[in-house]
């Protein structure tokens, strides 16, 4: 088992900044990729940005340039630095781990961007 807590959620104006933690704990020795989907009311569940092995990392292209994920492996933590933000950002952003063939998620932190 492999628990995710996310933190850094808010409120922020267009154009401003916000930085999301996801730690985790459990059998964290077994997680493989771990990345960031968000998800709008009424919308499904998209991908943010991932590492998808190693340190190669993945981003939606609505995000290239702006996102960037990072990890910190000793705090067992993955991060989403978030810059420029639009109010089409606004979401709940969850934290994903993969374990084999099984996806462990967070409960999700809120992002409201205000024009």
């Known amino acids: 088992q492999v628990q995710l807590v996310e933190s850094g959620g808010g409120l922020v104006q267009a154009g401003g900044s916000l930085t999301l933690s996801c730690a985790a704990s459990?059998?964290?020795?077994?997680?493989?990729?771990m990345g960031w989907y968000r998800q709008a009311p009424g919308k499904q569940r998209d991908l943010v940005a991932a590492?998808?092995?190693?340190?190669?990392?993945h981003y939606a292209d609505s995000v290239k340039g702006r996102f960037t994920i990072s990890r910190d492996d000793a705090k067992k933590t993955v991060y989403l630095q978030m810059n420029s933000l639009k109010p089409e950002d606004t979401a709940v952003y969850y934290c994903?781990?993969?374990?084999?063939?099984?996806?462990?998620w967070g409960q999700g932190t809120q992002v409201t961007v205000s024009s």
């Open positions: 994903i781990a993969h374990v084999g063939t099984n996806g462990y």
């Open positions: 590492f998808t092995g190693g340190s190669t990392t």
């Open positions: 459990g059998s964290i020795f077994r997680i493989g990729t």
